[in-house]
């Protein structure tokens, strides 16, 4: 029978314990989606409508090539306090407009529901995707009996 030597057993215990000492760790690679909601400022860079939503008449399914640039250059910023920053980016469209408004935005437990309270208003968002560069949503509204799905898309630099 071959014996293990005290060296070999305390070498084989101390990478045990380092092993499961790294694992307690919190995974900087895998962030929270708090984390990356959190990071940064968030530009729109997509939206889109199922079916097709009437823009001022017109059928439209990508609404975000409607929108004017004053539009398209707002940053949309989560704090880790709760509040969301919606700022009006280098243009505005309406000049006595605030450069930023707020709201709240809250996690569900499962981290897969995003609410946004503006106004008094809340959508509820399903988080699709998201990383350090993307963040995809989509969020349903009603309108006269017809319920239209609405697919968000932010980017960050």
Do not use: H
Not at 85 to 111: H, I, M, R, V, Y
């Amino acid at each position: 029978m071959k014996t293990i030597s005290i060296k070999a057993l305390v070498a084989v215990c101390g990478l045990l314990v380092a092993v499961s000492m790294t694992s307690c760790e919190k995974d900087k690679d895998n962030p929270s989606t708090s984390e990356v909601l959190t990071d940064g400022a968030w530009r729109l860079t997509g939206l889109t409508s199922d079916p097709a939503f009437n823009w001022f008449g017109t059928p439209v399914t990508n609404i975000y090539a409607q929108l004017p640039a004053c539009i398209k250059d707002d940053n949309t910023v989560f704090k880790t306090s709760g509040t969301v920053n919606f700022d009006e980016g280098g243009s505005k469209c309406d000049p006595n407009d605030p450069q930023t408004t707020s709201g709240t935005w809250a996690l569900s437990t499962d981290e897969k529901i995003l609410s946004l309270t503006t106004d008094g208003d809340t959508e509820s968002w399903n988080i699709e995707a998201l990383d350090d560069k993307t963040f995809k949503a989509n969020y349903e509204i009603t309108e006269e009996g017809l319920t239209y799905t609405f697919t968000i898309v932010f980017k960050r630099d």
